[in-house]
C-alpha cells in the first residue's frame, strides 16, 4: 500500500505503478498485477486517489487530499517501527 500511494503522489497508470516500485526499492518490492489493481479499486472506493486519465484500458490515477493523509501516517508508522527496533536493540546493548 505505502509504495503504490507514494507512486501516485504524482499521476501515473497502473504499469508505471508496477514499474516504478521495484526501481525505487532496488528490486526488493514487486507489486503484480492483481495486487495492484484491487488495491486501486479500494483506494478510488475510500476517495484516497482519483482517476485523473482514461485512455482505453489505461487509467491514470493522482493522490487525493485523503490519500496524501494516509500515506503521511503511514510513513509516520514505519518511522516509530525504526525507532521501536533502535530502541530495542539498544536496550539489549548493540551498538
Given at each position: 500500500?505505502?509504495?503504490?500511494?507514494?507512486?501516485?503522489?504524482?499521476?501515473?497508470?497502473?504499469?508505471?505503478?508496477?514499474?516504478?516500485?521495484?526501481?525505487?526499492?532496488?528490486?526488493?518490492?514487486?507489486?503484480g498485477p492483481?495486487?495492484?489493481?484491487?488495491?486501486?479499486?479500494?483506494?478510488?472506493?475510500?476517495?484516497?486517489?482519483?482517476?485523473?486519465?482514461?485512455?482505453?484500458?489505461r487509467r491514470s490515477y493522482i493522490l487525493t487530499e485523503k490519500g496524501r493523509a494516509r500515506l503521511d501516517e503511514e510513513y509516520r508508522r514505519i518511522c516509530q517501527q525504526q525507532k521501536d527496533y533502535e530502541a530495542m536493540f539498544r536496550e539489549e546493548g548493540a551498538p
Amino acid at each position: 500500500m505505502y509504495y503504490i500511494l507514494l507512486c501516485l503522489s504524482r499521476e501515473n497508470c497502473g504499469m508505471d505503478v508496477m514499474d516504478q516500485i521495484p526501481a525505487m526499492t532496488g528490486g526488493r518490492v514487486r507489486v503484480g498485477p492483481g495486487t495492484l489493481y484491487n488495491l486501486l479499486e479500494q483506494f478510488v472506493e475510500a476517495e484516497m486517489i482519483r482517476e485523473t486519465r482514461c485512455e482505453g484500458r489505461r487509467r491514470s490515477y493522482i493522490l487525493t487530499e485523503k490519500g496524501r493523509a494516509r500515506l503521511d501516517e503511514e510513513y509516520r508508522r514505519i518511522c516509530q517501527q525504526q525507532k521501536d527496533y533502535e530502541a530495542m536493540f539498544r536496550e539489549e546493548g548493540a551498538p
